[in-house]
Nanobody, 119 residues
Framework: QVQLVESGGGLVQPGGSLRLSCAAS????????MGWYRQAPGKQRELVAY???????NYADFVKGRFTISRDNAKNTVYLQMNSLLPDDAARYYC?????????????WGQGTQVTVSS
């Protein structure tokens, strides 16, 4: 069974930092694109960052220079280091694993972890 489990969310002040983790099981982790998405109340889910199986990284404009995505294939874990947090960063953050190959799409999601940014 595929499982993605996020952790590391919590309450932080504006300008503070958090590191989110997502531990994956049930997939060949190293061949999946791993991403972080977020969703705030009343808004659509949006891509924050992703990292490909080759290590290429992509960030949404609103987090460039502040967030860093990384992966540790030996631990089947993807991370999101979040610095200089803003109130608009408050959302539920979801881990995603994506693979498209051989005419099939494999797309898995975690349950999310809550990030609150408040003074």
């Amino acid at each position: 069974q595929v499982q993605l489990v996020e952790s590391g969310g919590g309450l932080v002040q504006p300008g503070g930092s958090l590191r989110l983790s997502c531990a994956a099981s049930g997939i060949i982790f190293s061949i999946y694109r791993m991403g972080w998405y977020r969703q705030a109340p009343g808004k659509q889910r949006e891509l924050v960052a992703y990292i490909t199986s080759a290590g290429s990284k992509n960030y949404a404009d609103f987090v460039k220079g502040r967030f860093t995505i990384s992966r540790d294939n030996a631990k089947n874990t993807v991370y999101l280091q979040m610095n200089s947090l803003l109130p608009d960063d408050a959302a539920r953050y979801y881990c995603n694993a994506l693979r498209t190959e051989w005419g099939s799409r494999y797309d898995f999601w975690g349950q999310g972890t809550q990030v609150t940014v408040s003074s």
